[in-house]
Structures are given as structure tokens and as C-alpha cells.
């Protein structure tokens, strides 16, 4: 993708599921690629089972930390409930990714969903599989991250 | 000591940024309550290694670090925008007492109110108290700002406040260190100076000459060489920013030529007369109030600002370019998302139920069991700020016809109980209403609202090392209230309705304490307790 371009990427769903934690991964592996990153979120009341949502925007350089509407390349949705309430962030030419796309049975563990959800996202970033991992492994205990990386290979693979 | 580790660069938050700042300049003492978006800031500094201490509250919080600032040592207190209400009265005679070593005190806002009562612009106390203010507008000016503050307040013995914003704390970007270089610190220890700081009328009215001096003179220094680039480009647009609203503008406006102010008070006067001047029209675009906007047009420096609907919640690319066209056509409106509420099997519901079927008037506080204002419960009537819950019971109690006095709760957490409950409980006693009154402390152990940190009746300290623990009932006992019942609301659920209606029907005081740790901080909590963290 052209360095010379901002892309926006908003990761939603509710508090509980993981959309920090996967916003945290995101960033970390665009981070180690060598773009400028900024990710920004809401914490607080956001925590308490309502919506949550994230942005990460990533180029050769970034300004404002928040995604405007109606102006995310990719928006990554945890909870299919979600869905609705954050589509106005996406183009109209941007890509949605949700839950269906990584099919339940395939998925050892369902906390692991935010992170099979960025495999289908890295099907479209060219980003090294070996920066995702390392990112994984610095966001996540070590306990977690054979899961993990299992669930981030099933959403890469299509 | 300053400890500034090897060059590196990070993606790291506005709060981690500071934090690091905070160890590198070496201070002695961190402090604050916690309250999003500014929590992170100590929690970090002592995983750093540093300093770092929950106090009571936000006074009690600027109190301890005017102390070790009195005493040579840097100091930082940290607290969100609502915190320096709390914390106003020790601030603005600090100003005139002025201090040694470095104090720094971080305003964390909320504009748009992620997470707050309401959406003060904090940018006023620095005008208001008479101390300098510097704002950054990403996690690499936090960093330097946060080191520029310990030296600008050492070198003008002043407070300085670094004021921050959600999106600022809670934002990811790149910091390079080593950045701004880290002041070397002075030497602590107790140099007596009677009239600089004991504030008895004849000592603070030549301090408040003294503040007025120094802050001219910090005018003057921030016109010649204060933090405040012009980023050129073409003279038909010149906007002057600051804070997070420069990242906006330089995506909204990429041709319009730019002031950025760093240290946005005391005011860059010449610089902003000089900057409007080069350029045909000169507009400010700021979140929240229009604070540099007044200050240009009261210098007499010809500015536009911003229609007045942009006033409310955050900026953003979007508005700020509406902003700039100056288009006023209504906003599209974004659905709504799940509102948050009270976690499932939560101990504060059985008590909200209760309050609920009972038709209760709940005055309420804040925290997570503020959401007891949401249905299934709606059971709450008032929430206003810290400890008000108490007052405002105890105001209704004093003036409704009894037969609704006798309805009046008050609800209160724990950690909200010791911020700025305990006096309330005081005026209970000192002042009680005819019909006695009814407070309710919901005790869950933790200060769950913000992720669960410590505070002074959890008997642990920021770090989780074990220390004394305020008991609430024995506090109860020594004031003199006689009706004081503890119970357990997930195994005494069934009993609720009835201590409160015996509570109720007594026009007595009573203290209901509904103890059960929240369920986000038990597993912690029974590991902490099992092996205590002994004091260093």
C-alpha cells in the first residue's frame, strides 16, 4: 500500500471481548514495520459491557489519533450486535470484517476471536507474518500465546 | 536521582509518556486518586520502578507534593479535570507560596465526557490560579512538556499544570527518548522561609505580588523562547491551536499556516499578535471552551472562533474541518451504542433492586454504581459529584414533607465514602435531619470504576503492599451513630428489603454497610489477603 496515505482501521465490539487488546497487537506489528501509528480509545464507562471501540491509523505520517466517520479503510467488529452501530465509521469503498468470517468451530477458544479476526485483517496488510507474532507475544501473557497464534493463523488462512 | 535509560522509541500512551517523564526528572513523590482518562499515569510510574501513592483524595493528593515540593523534591500529582476541583483550594495559595523542588500537576479532561459528570475545560484554573500551563498533543510532547514543567517550575518556583485531554492520555504514538533533556534536580532538604509560606494575610499579599511579577516574566520568556512553533504555509489561513485540536488542524487544513501553543498560559501575547497579523484571516480552533480565543480577543488580537455547536463534546478531522468552513448545518448523528451497566451477579444489583421496589429517593455518587440509574434498576435520583450524595440526601431530608424525608438514601461507594464521604457523615450527625437519615455505603473492596486500584479502606497501598485499613463502621461508632449494619448482598440478598425498611421506618441516623467484594477484583483480592505484600 502507498507509505504516502493514511489508513484507518476501527476495531469494535463490546467491553469484555478483547477490542484493546486486539487494537493493542495491531499497532504494535504496524509499529515494528516502521509506520507511524497512532491508536486511540475510550476507557472508563466503556468497560462496564457497553460498546467499545478503537482506532488505529497507520502511514508514513499520522496526525489526529481518532478516525473520522464514514472514513475507515477497515472496520473489524467483535459482536455480530455491533455490527450496525459502528458501519457508519466504514467507506463506502472500505472492508468489513466480522465475526462470520472466522467460522465458531474452527476456533479452539472463543476469547481468541479478536485476534483470529486480525488474520482475516492481515490478509490485506502487507505486514510479515513474523511482525504479527511478535506483536502477539509482547501484548499477550505467555500462557496465551500458543492459542493465539493459532487463532491468528486461522484467520490468515482463508 | 535522574535515570534516563538508552535511546529507544516506542508506541506508547500520553499517560505511560508522562509517567516515564516523571522517573527520568527523578521525582521523589507521585500522588493522585484515581479518575479516567488520567489512572494510568501512577500505575505505570510505579511499575517503572518510581514513587507512586493513591491518596484519599485530589487535596490530600496536592498537599503531600506542595510538601515534598516545599521541600526540594519533584513531585507530581495527577488527577482528572473534576479532581482539580477537589484539589482548587491548595492550588490557587500554592501559586503564591510558590515551591523548591519541581511540582508538576497533571489535568487529565474529558471532553465529550467518556467518562466524567461534566465537561470543565480546565484551561481556566491555570488563568484563575495563576500558574503556568502547558499542553501536549501527543505521547512525545508529554514526555518533553512533562520535563519542560519540573523546569519551568523550578525555575520560576511555581506549580505548573500539565494539562492534558482523553485523547492525549489515552492515545498510542511514537515516543523517541532520550527526548527533552531531564533538568538536573537540586538537592532536598528544609530551608525555613516564614513569610514565603505561611499565608497569613501581611506574608500573602506581597505573595500575590510576587505571582503577578513572575508571571510577566514568564510571558515575556514565552513570547522570546516558549514551546510555541509556527508550522508555515499559506497567508490566506492562519489558525492558532493547541493541545490535541494542532493534530486535527494539520489534517483538516494541511495549507493553512499554524500556530501551536505549547505553553498556552500565561499567554504568548506578541506571538499571537505577530502570527494574525501575517495572515489574511486568523481563526482558533480549540476543544471546549473558547479560552484562547477570549484571551486573543481581549488582547485585542482580530481572530474568529468557533460556532458555538462545536463547543460540545470532542473535535475531531471532521469537525474541525466544518470548523474552518465554518458550516453549522447540523452533524449527522452516529447510532448509539450499548450503553455499559452493572456487570451480571454484581453485589451493587440486589441493593439497587431493593431501593427500587422499595421507592426509594436515591441520592446517589460516582462509580460503577452510578448505573443503578439505568433500568431494570432506575433507582437513582441525584448524582452530582464526589461525597454528594450524602449533602444532598441530607437537603432533601431537612426540607421534604416527612413522609417523603422518610424515603431519602443516600448511596455511596467506598472509594467515593473516603474521597469525600466522611465529612458528609460528619454533617449527618452534626446536622441531622427530624427523620433521621439512611446511608447506604456500597463497599466492594476496590475502586472499581477505574480498574480496580486500592484506596485507604481496601488496607493496601497503590503497589498492593499491605498497610492500615480505615474502617468505615468503626468510623460510624466514633461519631456516634448508633445504627450501623454490615451485611454480605449476594448471601444476605433476601434480607435487603428489610434492613433498609427497618432503617427506614426509625428517624434515626443509620449506617448500612453492603459488603461484598466487587467480582472483577475477588480473585485478587483473596490472593492479596492470603500473602500480604509487606512493606518495604
Known amino acids: 500500500m502507498p507509505r504516502s496515505e493514511t489508513t484507518n482501521v476501527v476495531i469494535a465490539g463490546l467491553g469484555g471481548q478483547g477490542v484493546l487488546k486486539a487494537s493493542d497487537i495491531l499497532s504494535g506489528a504496524l509499529f515494528r514495520a516502521g509506520f507511524d501509528v497512532k491508536k486511540s480509545e475510550i476507557h472508563g464507562m466503556s468497560q462496564r459491557g457497553g460498546s467499545v471501540s478503537s482506532d488505529v491509523r497507520f502511514g508514513s505520517k499520522v496526525y489526529s489519533p481518532m478516525v473520522p466517520p464514514g472514513q475507515a479503510d477497515y472496520l473489524v467488529v467483535l459482536a455480530p450486535s455491533q455490527v450496525e452501530v459502528a458501519r457508519p465509521m466504514l467507506k463506502p469503498s472500505g472492508l468489513l470484517i466480522d465475526p462470520g468470517m472466522v467460522p465458531e468451530g474452527r476456533l479452539g477458544n472463543k476469547k481468541s476471536l479478536n485476534v483470529a479476526l486480525l488474520g482475516v485483517l492481515a490478509r490485506h496488510l502487507d505486514l510479515a507474518d513474523n511482525l504479527w507474532h511478535a506483536a502477539i507475544r509482547a501484548a499477550l501473557p505467555e500462557k496465551l500465546h500458543a492459542a493465539n497464534l493459532q487463532a491468528f493463523a486461522i484467520g490468515k488462512t482463508p | ?536
Open chain 2, 1 to 536: 536521582m535522574s535515570q534516563q535509560a538508552a535511546p529507544s522509541r516506542r508506541l506508547v500512551s500520553g499517560n505511560e509518556a508522562v509517567a516515564l517523564a516523571a522517573l527520568h526528572a527523578g521525582v521523589k513523590l507521585g500522588a493522585g486518586y484515581p479518575g479516567t482518562p488520567s489512572t494510568e499515569i501512577l500505575e505505570t510510574l510505579d511499575g517503572l520502578g518510581g514513587p507512586a501513592e493513591w491518596a484519599p483524595n485530589e487535596k490530600v493528593a496536592f498537599e503531600v507534593g506542595l510538601g515534598a515540593a516545599f521541600a526540594g523534591a519533584r513531585a507530581l500529582v495527577t488527577m482528572k479535570h473534576v479532581g482539580l476541583n477537589v484539589a482548587a483550594d491548595p492550588l490557587f495559595t500554592a501559586a503564591y507560596t510558590g515551591v523548591v523542588g519541581g511540582l508538576v500537576v497533571v489535568s487529565a479532561d474529558d471532553p465529550g465526557m467518556a467518562s466524567s459528570q461534566n465537561e470543565q475545560d480546565n484551561r481556566r484554573f491555570a488563568v484563575a490560579a495563576g500558574v503556568p500551563m502547558l499542553e501536549p498533543s501527543d505521547s512525545q510532547e508529554a514526555y518533553d512538556f512533562a520535563l519542560r514543567a519540573f523546569e519551568l517550575s523550578e525555575r520560576w518556583q511555581l506549580p505548573v499544570l500539565l494539562r492534558m485531554t482523553t485523547r492525549v492520555c489515552h492515545s498510542a504514538t511514537a515516543l523517541e527518548t532520550p527526548g527533552y533533556p531531564v533538568p538536573a534536580a537540586k538537592p532536598v532538604g528544609f530551608v525555613r522561609d516564614v513569610p514565603g509560606r505561611v499565608m497569613i494575610p501581611a506574608y500573602a499579599r506581597p505573595a500575590h505580588r510576587r505571582l503577578r511579577a513572575k508571571l510577566a516574566e514568564i510571558a515575556a520568556w514565552n513570547d522570546r523562547e516558549g514551546p510555541n512553533p509556527t508550522i508555515d504555509g499559506d497567508a490566506g489561513l492562519g489558525i492558532i491551536t493547541s493541545g490535541i485540536s494542532f493534530q486535527h488542524v494539520r489534517e483538516a487544513a494541511p495549507e493553512a499556516r499554524v500556530l501551536k501553543l505549547g505553553l498556552s498560559y500565561p499567554f504568548a501575547a506578541e506571538t499571537m499578535r505577530r502570527f494574525a497579523a501575517s495572515v489574511a484571516r486568523c481563526l482558533v480552533v480549540e476543544e471546549g471552551d473558547p479560552f484562547l480565543y477570549e484571551a486573543a480577543r481581549t488582547l485585542g488580537i482580530a481572530v474568529d472562533g468557533k460556532p458555538e455547536m462545536y463547543r460540545f463534546g470532542e473535535l475531531d478531522v471532521e469537525r474541525v474541518s466544518r470548523i474552518v468552513a465554518g458550516d453549522t448545518s447540523p452533524e449527522p448523528a452516529l447510532p448509539a451504542g450499548k450503553p455499559p451497566e452493572l456487570c451480571p451477579g454484581c453485589p451493587h444489583r440486589n441493593v439497587f433492586e431493593a431501593l427500587r421496589d422499595l421507592d426509594c429517593i436515591v441520592t446517589g455518587d460516582i462509580g460503577c454504581y452510578t448505573l443503578g440509574v439505568l433500568p431494570p434498576f432506575s433507582a437513582m435520583d441525584t448524582c452530582v459529584c464526589m461525597g454528594a450524595a450524602i449533602g444532598v440526601g441530607l437537603g432533601l431530608r431537612h426540607t421534604l414533607p416527612p413522609v417523603e424525608a422518610r424515603r431519602v438514601v443516600s448511596v455511596i461507594g467506598d472509594s467515593t465514602f473516603v474521597h469525600s464521604g466522611i465529612t458528609g457523615m460528619v454533617e449527618m450527625v452534626y446536622n441531622p435531619p427530624p427523620t433521621g437519615h439512611v446511608l447506604v455505603i456500597l463497599d466492594n473492596a476496590t475502586t472499581a470504576m477505574t480498574g480496580l486500584q486500592e484506596h485507604p479502606g481496601t488496607g493496601r497501598r497503590l503497589n498492593h503492599e499491605a498497610t492500615s485499613k480505615v474502617s468505615f463502621e468503626a468510623l460510624a461508632d466514633a461519631l456516634g451513630i448508633k445504627n450501623v449494619r454490615v451485611f454480605d448482598p449476594i448471601v444476605e440478598s433476601d434480607k435487603i428489603p428489610e434492613i433498609l425498611r427497618e432503617a427506614l421506618g426509625k428517624d434515626e441516623l443509620s449506617l448500612i454497610i453492603a459488603r461484598r467484594p466487587c467480582l472483577l477484583a475477588a480473585g485478587a483480592i483473596k490472593v492479596r489477603e492470603k500473602q500480604p505484600r509487606a512493606p518495604k
